[in-house]
């Protein structure tokens, strides 16, 4: 597609239940973000992938969530036994590796835990 | 490491008025891009308006402009006769230019500033 694809748009779970997210870059975007944003605030950062270098996945909140992408194509955000506190938009990004371009945003996955 | 700082979380301007959003950063690099992004309620991220700090000409993209000042590593955001449309949050961000001792290039981000139009 031409723009970065996230999939599911909204998803309602149940407290206790893992959840995933998915995230379809621009093709040939080698770099991807995922950020988490509260209503009204700030993009909270969680994890970076550039490349084939490792990510960096210091801004993950806990050991309940992970992130996963295989070379530069589609990646996966997995939230483990998931909290209240989970509860916000998920938004990914994609851009080419270095240089003046900007960052391709994907319309965002709202999570509701309940 | 970088910082963005952007120092107003809300302004409200009237309609067709002018409104300048404020960023500083900090950095100890030469070359580097600095991004405005809009997050209008819709919450698609859509950019604005871009600058290299190699450039000395400030970049202008119809009626949004902004005022880059390297020395004082200041990155204001001028919005001329503003409009409804122009309702959202606005971002501001720093990345990296290539450097050969360096593989680090993500996005660094402001908290923000929601702006507001009063018709």
């Known amino acids: 597609g031409a723009g970065v694809s996230q999939s599911p748009s909204n998803k309602v779970t149940e407290k206790g239940k893992d959840v995933e997210l998915r995230c379809d870059p621009i093709s040939g975007h080698t770099a991807l973000y995922w950020y988490r944003q509260r209503l009204g605030q700030g993009l909270e950062f969680l994890i970076y992938f550039q490349g084939n270098s490792a990510p960096d996945k210091s801004g993950l909140p806990s050991d309940r969530f992970s992130a996963e992408r295989t070379g530069e194509s589609v990646s996966t955000l997995t939230i483990q036994r998931t909290q209240q506190e989970d509860s916000a938009v998920y938004l990914c990004?994609?851009?080419?590796?270095?240089?003046?371009?900007?960052?391709?945003f994907g319309q965002g996955t709202r999570l509701t835990v309940v | 490491a970088q910082t963005v700082t952007q120092s107003q979380p809300e302004m409200s301007v009237q309609e067709a008025e002018t409104v300048t959003l404020s960023c500083t950063y900090d950095?100890?690099?030469?070359?580097?891009?600095l991004f405005w992004y809009k997050q209008p309620p819709s919450r698609q991220m859509i950019l604005v308006i871009r600058q290299e700090a190699y450039k000395q000409q400030n970049a202008t993209e119809n009626r949004f402009s902004v005022n880059f000042q390297k020395a004082a590593k200041s990155f204001s955001l001028k919005i001329s006769d503003s409009q409804l449309g122009d309702a959202a949050m606005y971002f501001c961000?720093?990345?990296?230019?290539?450097?050969?001792?360096?593989?680090?290039?993500?996005?660094?981000w402001g908290a923000g500033t929601k702006l507001i139009i009063k018709p």
């Open positions: 950095t100890s690099e030469s070359d580097y891009y």
């Open positions: 961000a720093y990345r990296s230019a290539w450097r050969s001792d360096s593989s680090n290039y993500q996005l660094i």
């Open positions: 990004a994609s851009s080419l590796l270095w240089g003046n371009t900007e960052a391709f």
